[in-house]
């Protein structure tokens, strides 16, 4: 029997698509407000959620859904906060699937929760091709970093929704203009929200939660 | 980076597309892969190559690179992009949307 040629024009992230929009649907549902955290490591994704969590919770139902790589680490920092905490150890993959989200899901109580984090895996590339089923994506970026990072990475700028701009405290310490990093990431992304932020100092944080909150669609 | 996850879903793919056919053999594959779909070629092909090879044999792939095309956000303008920084050749913004190239997509399977 000879080779036939089939047409088949099938996206090859339509699987993990319409996982995510399985998910998607769980948010929605619930009425919860799912942010998908993106960053390089180290730009601080853990310590911001500690000090935000903190507070938020206070007049939030929040969730949370941290992916590393390899180790509990940043779960079982985050679970101390009192609040549900998911892990997902990815175990070599470099950013979070639709699929793995969805299978911590159910670990979460979704109908009593407003707002859930997803920290996504430390790196820029990666997740920002993967829909997770989130609301929205934020991008993180510490000063230590380039100012160039979004020119260097814009598919995680372009598909955002805001930027928050984290160890502003060791601005006086390093070469880094925050004037130039903000407008290099609104020359990929216009619309994106800027927040300045010291999880140290607590500057802007207000700020940010405040704007969080107002995202939240139960409220 | 995640060109590994990739493969093994273009695997996963042709698998189900082999049992809808109700083929017995996979012998050749048509992929476009967008310029701003943020693969590196080499990186899929190599990956391709072990992942198909594993289940299905000998696989012929075709891979079509598929330009990366832009929409500026400013003035609207489409314009094909090469190189960072893909300012918009009429107004200079570099805020744009992607209009085309960002593809990633399975086109045709050669099956016996």
């Given at each position: 029997?000879?080779?036939?040629?089939?047409?088949?024009?099938?996206?090859?992230?339509?699987?993990?698509?319409?996982?995510?929009?399985?998910?998607?649907?769980?948010?929605?549902?619930?009425?919860?407000?799912?942010?998908?955290?993106?960053?390089?490591?180290?730009?601080?994704?853990?310590?911001?959620?500690?000090?935000?969590?903190?507070?938020?919770?206070?007049?939030?139902?929040?969730?949370?859904?941290?992916?590393?790589?390899?180790?509990?680490?940043?779960?079982?920092?985050?679970?101390?906060?009192?609040?549900?905490?998911?892990?997902?150890?990815?175990?070599?993959?470099?950013?979070?699937?639709?699929?793995?989200?969805?299978?911590?899901?159910?670990?979460?109580?979704?109908?009593?929760?407003?707002?859930?984090?997803?920290?996504?895996?430390?790196?820029?590339?990666?997740?920002?091709?993967?829909?997770?089923?989130?609301?929205?994506?934020?991008?993180?970026?510490?000063?230590?970093?380039?100012?160039?990072?979004?020119?260097?990475?814009?598919?995680?700028?372009?598909?955002?929704?805001?930027?928050?701009?984290?160890?502003?405290?060791?601005?006086?310490?390093?070469?880094?203009?925050?004037?130039?990093?903000?407008?290099?990431?609104?020359?990929?992304?216009?619309?994106?929200?800027?927040?300045?932020?010291?999880?140290?100092?607590?500057?802007?944080l207000q700020e940010w939660m405040e704007w969080l909150t107002s995202q939240?669609?139960?409220? | 980076?995640?060109?590994?996850?990739?493969?093994?879903?273009?695997?996963?793919?042709?698998?189900?597309?082999?049992?809808?056919?109700?083929?017995?053999?996979?012998?050749?594959?048509?992929?476009?892969?967008?310029?701003?779909?943020?693969?590196?070629?080499?990186?899929?092909?190599?990956?391709?190559?072990?992942?198909?090879?594993?289940?299905?044999?000998?696989?012929?792939?075709?891979?079509?690179?598929?330009?990366?095309?832009?929409?500026?956000?400013?003035?609207?303008?489409?314009?094909?992009?090469?190189?960072?920084?893909?300012?918009?050749?009429?107004?200079?913004?570099?805020?744009?949307?992607?209009?085309?190239?960002?593809?990633?997509?399975?086109?045709?399977?050669?099956?016996?």
């Amino acid at each position: 029997m000879g080779a036939k040629r089939v047409a088949v024009k099938e996206n090859v992230l339509s699987a993990n698509d319409r996982i995510a929009a399985a998910n998607r649907e769980r948010f929605q549902d619930a009425g919860i407000l799912a942010v998908n955290l993106i960053s390089s490591p180290g730009s601080g994704k853990t310590m911001l959620l500690e000090r935000t969590v903190e507070r938020m919770k206070a007049w939030l139902n929040v969730g949370i859904v941290a992916g590393d790589v390899q180790t509990r680490n940043d779960a079982d920092r985050l679970v101390q906060y009192g609040v549900p905490v998911e892990a997902i150890e990815t175990g070599g993959s470099c950013h979070l699937n639709a699929e793995q989200l969805g299978g911590v899901l159910g670990g979460l109580p979704l109908q009593a929760l407003d707002l859930v984090f997803v920290e996504n895996v430390g790196n820029l590339v990666c997740p920002s091709s993967f829909d997770l089923g989130e609301s929205m994506k934020i991008v993180l970026m510490s000063v230590t970093e380039g100012e160039d990072k979004p020119l260097k990475y814009p598919a995680a700028f372009r598909r955002s929704s805001a930027l928050v701009l984290t160890k502003a405290d060791l601005l006086p310490h390093v070469r880094f203009s925050v004037d130039t990093a903000v407008a290099n990431a609104l020359s990929i992304n216009p619309a994106l929200r800027t927040f300045v932020t010291s999880a140290y100092t607590e500057q802007g944080l207000q700020e940010w939660m405040e704007w969080l909150t107002s995202q939240v669609p139960k409220h | 980076m995640h060109e590994l996850s990739l493969a093994l879903e273009i695997r996963d793919l042709c698998e189900r597309q082999l049992v809808r056919h109700r083929a017995a053999r996979l012998s050749g594959l048509g992929l476009d892969v967008g310029a701003l779909a943020g693969v590196d070629l080499e990186s899929l092909r190599f990956c391709l190559g072990v992942v198909l090879e594993e289940r299905f044999g000998d696989v012929l792939c075709e891979i079509r690179r598929v330009p990366g095309e832009a929409q500026c956000l400013v003035c609207t303008r489409r314009f094909e992009v090469v190189e960072a920084p893909f300012d918009c050749p009429d107004c200079g913004s570099r805020a744009r949307g992607v209009a085309g190239g960002g593809e990633l997509q399975i086109t045709y399977l050669e099956v016996e």
